[in-house]
């Protein structure tokens, strides 16, 4: 980035959905940005029948980034995690990380966190407000809220001797927050960052048919199509999709 000893290093979601892992080094000091598996269809090698039989695996084949310290093997010291958001995508290698890496979201996704280890293997998350700066080092890094479908997803911000980073995770701007996609935007643009790195999944210069509609339209759509249905209607919900959830529960009521 024109500062020795300050990189960027991008370790997955690279023409995939998701799977992002952005590693900010400077100096001896690092924070990785999301932890997550990437999505791929069709094209992922533990898909189906062919499962890892564990870590090793995902790193041999790239899905999981080879980070010294990160696993709890070897001396080197760990990174710390900020994870923008519950999707798995995002942060589905929460489980494998060594106990003493230091594991940040916001306050949200930290109740999410630690409901589904609940069911597994439990770690200690540290809560992160947005707008509340982190020092990791000479790295400081802060939180923005922004709207996506799951409760609690944030931007950051990373505070670099080279300049800041600004990585979006996922956000929209057709949900029932924009406004908080448009104060990261507003924020983000007032710190000039050095590297903007944005997830673009369905960015494209041709949308998709129907494409326009945004979160308010999904309910008033299965409500109608709920209206149809001659017998039992079937809604397949992702269930930390909160407030889908609920608004999809006051359309089967109505």
């Given at each position: 980035?024109?500062?020795?000893g300050?990189?960027?290093?991008?370790?997955?979601?690279?023409?995939?959905?998701?799977?992002?892992?952005?590693?900010?080094?400077?100096?001896?000091?690092?924070?990785?940005?999301?932890?997550?598996?990437?999505?791929?269809?069709?094209?992922?090698?533990?898909?189906?029948?062919?499962?890892?039989?564990?870590?090793?695996?995902?790193?041999?084949?790239?899905?999981?980034?080879?980070?010294?310290?990160?696993?709890?093997?070897?001396?080197?010291?760990?990174?710390?995690?900020?994870?923008?958001?519950?999707?798995?995508?995002?942060?589905?290698?929460?489980?494998?990380?060594?106990?003493g890496?230091?594991?940040?979201?916001?306050?949200?996704?930290?109740?999410i966190?630690?409901?589904?280890?609940?069911?597994?293997?439990?770690?200690?998350?540290?809560?992160?407000?947005?707008?509340?700066?982190?020092?990791?080092?000479?790295?400081?890094?802060?939180?923005?809220?922004?709207?996506?479908?799951?409760?609690?997803?944030?931007?950051?911000?990373?505070?670099?001797?080279?300049?800041?980073?600004?990585?979006?995770?996922?956000?929209?701007?057709?949900?029932?927050?924009?406004?908080?996609?448009?104060?990261?935007?507003?924020?983000?643009?007032?710190?000039?960052?050095?590297?903007?790195?944005?997830?673009?999944?369905?960015l494209?210069?041709?949308?998709?048919?129907?494409?326009d509609?945004?979160?308010?339209?999904?309910?008033?759509?299965?409500?109608?199509?709920?209206?149809?249905a001659?017998?039992?209607?079937?809604?397949?919900?992702?269930?930390?999709?909160?407030?889908?959830?609920?608004?999809?529960?006051?359309?089967?009521?109505?």
């Amino acid at each position: 980035m024109g500062v020795a000893g300050v990189t960027l290093q991008i370790l997955g979601g690279i023409g995939t959905i998701g799977g992002t892992k952005v590693l900010v080094r400077d100096g001896p000091d690092a924070v990785l940005l999301d932890c997550g598996l990437a999505y791929m269809p069709g094209a992922d090698w533990f898909e189906g029948p062919v499962q890892p039989r564990g870590l090793r695996d995902m790193v041999a084949m790239g899905a999981a980034p080879d980070l010294p310290g990160l696993y709890g093997e070897g001396a080197a010291a760990p990174p710390a995690v900020f994870v923008t958001h519950a999707h798995l995508d995002h942060m589905a290698l929460l489980p494998h990380l060594a106990d003493g890496v230091a594991v940040h979201a916001t306050p949200e996704t930290v109740a999410i966190l630690e409901t589904l280890a609940a069911a597994g293997r439990p770690r200690r998350y540290l809560s992160v407000a947005p707008g509340q700066p982190v020092a990791c080092g000479s790295l400081t890094v802060t939180a923005h809220g922004v709207d996506h479908d799951i409760p609690g997803a944030c931007a950051y911000t990373v505070a670099t001797r080279a300049g800041v980073i600004a990585y979006s995770g996922d956000l929209r701007a057709h949900g029932l927050h924009p406004e908080r996609t448009e104060g990261f935007v507003r924020a983000a643009g007032g710190l000039r960052p050095a590297v903007l790195l944005l997830e673009g999944t369905r960015l494209g210069p041709d949308p998709p048919p129907g494409d326009d509609r945004g979160e308010a339209d999904v309910a008033t759509l299965a409500e109608a199509a709920m209206a149809e249905a001659s017998g039992l209607a079937v809604l397949n919900a992702y269930a930390r999709v909160v407030e889908r959830v609920a608004n999809l529960a006051a359309a089967a009521a109505a």
